[in-house]
């Protein structure tokens, strides 16, 4: 049975086929295609709603041509159009889930509407070192900074949350403090291999809190008082320095908090995802607290930390096989730009 998948929740159209496994093992990825955005949008420093629905008409279907042109496929291969229901954009989900439906329809198949954090959540169920169930998941992207504990496909349980901005957001918005454009992550993520993290001493909010929730707002203010006192012909060492201790800030809670967690659950095993988990200095520092403390820790594939078609395809497939959803042959659709992960 083929899951075809299609992501379409902010700025990357991503479409993908996923094969479920006949022994009931973790479903296969055929193929999968991606577009970003990120040059469109770059001109005006975030991302444009109505120039990412446009451009998701525009991408949508190509994409979907070549996936299953890669994947030696046909239309007639695909079982189910799984789509992103949500959160994300209004418009450009409506995008996604309009092709799905239509596609679908035409087909005489049914759909899944797909949360788009579940399908980060379990992206790293398509690398080489799969997780197991259960788990501790820290979800950290553009829009969401999480800590989750996860019992099974669909039994997520919200452990501590941010209060204000995402992990994702304080990359970006420090990065565009420091000049180095959009999206600032990755950027301020390189600069930062050539600073020193403890030149700077940068607050690490709600270190010492005692629950698990996490405040990045802070973090931006603390940049620009720092960059203010640097004047404003800052040299590239400072720059590199104050890049190395605004990471190694947001690295410092974001582990904290997950070790926390599994403390706090008994739980050996940690899952992390989400954009923010193709962080190098972050991947580093959980690895070295996890050894040391007999976790686990698994990641997704550094191309699908990011969005794609294939975690929600994936998520779509997992659902079925879990028995957690039914398809349905209802092509009515609405979105959900905004929807909590506890309540799927
Ligand atoms: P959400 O999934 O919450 O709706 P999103 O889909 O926009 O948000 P993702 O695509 O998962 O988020 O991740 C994008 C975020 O990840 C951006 O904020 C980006 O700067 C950040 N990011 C990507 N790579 C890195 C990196 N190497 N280091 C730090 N941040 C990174
Ligand atoms: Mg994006
Ligand atoms: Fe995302």
Same mark, same amino acid.
């Given at each position: 049975?083929?899951?075809?998948?299609?992501?379409?929740?902010?700025?990357?159209?991503?479409?993908?086929?996923?094969?479920?496994?006949?022994?009931?093992?973790?479903?296969?990825?055929?193929?999968?295609?991606?577009?970003?955005?990120?040059?469109?949008?770059?001109?005006?420093?975030?991302?444009?709603?109505?120039?990412?629905?446009?451009?998701?008409?525009?991408?949508?279907?190509?994409?979907?041509?070549?996936?299953?042109?890669?994947?030696?496929?046909?239309?007639?291969?695909?079982?189910?159009?799984?789509?992103?229901?949500?959160?994300?954009?209004?418009?450009?989900?409506?995008?996604?889930?309009?092709? @799905?439906?239509?596609?679908?329809?035409?087909?005489?198949?049914?759909?899944?509407?797909?949360?788009?954090?579940?399908?980060?959540?379990?992206?790293?169920?398509?690398?080489?070192?799969?997780?197991?169930?259960?788990?501790?998941?820290?979800?950290?992207?553009?829009?969401?900074?999480?800590?989750?504990?996860?019992?099974?496909?669909?039994?997520?349980?919200?452990?501590?949350?941010?209060?204000?901005?995402?992990?994702?957001?304080?990359?970006?918005?420090?990065?565009?403090?420091?000049?180095?454009?959009?999206?600032?992550?990755?950027?301020?993520?390189?600069?930062?291999?050539?600073?020193?993290?403890?030149?700077?001493?940068?607050?690490?909010?709600?270190?010492?809190?005692?629950?698990?929730?996490?405040?990045?707002?802070?973090?931006?203010?603390?940049?620009?008082?720092?960059?203010?006192?640097?004047?404003?012909?800052?040299?590239?060492?400072?720059?590199?320095?104050?890049?190395?201790?605004?990471?190694?800030?947001?690295?410092?809670?974001?582990?904290?908090?997950?070790?926390?967690?599994?403390?706090?659950?008994?739980?050996?095993?940690?899952?992390?995802?989400?954009?923010?988990?193709?962080?190098?200095?972050?991947?580093?520092?959980?690895?070295?607290?996890?050894?040391?403390?007999?976790?686990?820790?698994?990641?997704?594939?550094?191309?699908?930390?990011?969005?794609?078609?294939?975690?929600?395809?994936? @998520?779509?497939?997992?659902?079925?096989?879990?028995?957690? @959803?039914?398809?349905?042959?209802?092509?009515?659709?609405?979105?959900?730009?905004?929807?909590?992960?506890?309540?799927?």
């Amino acid at each position: 049975m083929n899951v075809l998948g299609i992501e379409s929740s902010c700025d990357e159209t991503g479409v993908a086929l996923v094969q479920l496994s006949p022994d009931g093992g973790v479903p296969r990825l055929r193929a999968h295609a991606l577009h970003s955005q990120i040059e469109m949008h770059r001109a005006y420093g975030g991302v444009v709603p109505e120039l990412a629905s446009r451009d998701h008409i525009r991408r949508v279907l190509p994409l979907a041509r070549q996936v299953l042109t890669e994947a030696g496929s046909t239309l007639d291969d695909v079982d189910i159009v799984a789509y992103t229901r949500g959160p994300g954009l209004a418009g450009a989900l409506l995008v996604g889930a309009g092709v @799905a439906c239509a596609l679908a329809a035409a087909l005489g198949k049914p759909t899944l509407g797909i949360h788009h954090l579940e399908g980060h959540l379990l992206s790293p169920f398509l690398s080489d070192d799969p997780p197991e169930f259960p788990f501790v998941a820290l979800l950290v992207s553009g829009g969401h900074t999480q800590l989750m504990r996860v019992q099974g496909v669909g039994d997520y349980e919200l452990l501590g949350e941010t209060i204000d901005d995402a992990a994702g957001e304080a990359f970006d918005k420090s990065a565009k403090l420091l000049g180095l454009g959009y999206p600032g992550g990755p950027a301020l993520s390189r600069l930062a291999e050539f600073g020193d993290p403890e030149a700077f001493a940068l607050p690490r909010p709600l270190l010492h809190s005692g629950n698990l929730d996490f405040s990045f707002a802070g973090l931006k203010t603390a940049v620009m008082t720092q960059l203010r006192k640097l004047g404003p012909e800052v040299c590239e060492q400072p720059k590199a320095d104050l890049a190395a201790s605004t990471q190694a800030a947001i690295v410092d809670v974001l582990s904290a908090k997950s070790m926390k967690a599994l403390k706090q659950t008994g739980l050996k095993r940690l899952v992390v995802a989400g954009g923010v988990g193709a962080n190098r200095a972050l991947r580093a520092n959980l690895n070295s607290l996890c050894r040391r403390a007999g976790v686990r820790v698994h990641y997704p594939e550094l191309h699908l930390c990011s969005d794609n078609g294939a975690m929600i395809a994936l @998520a779509g497939a997992m659902r079925l096989q879990s028995g957690r @959803a039914s398809a349905e042959h209802d092509y009515a659709f609405d979105v959900k730009p905004r929807w909590p992960l506890a309540e799927v």
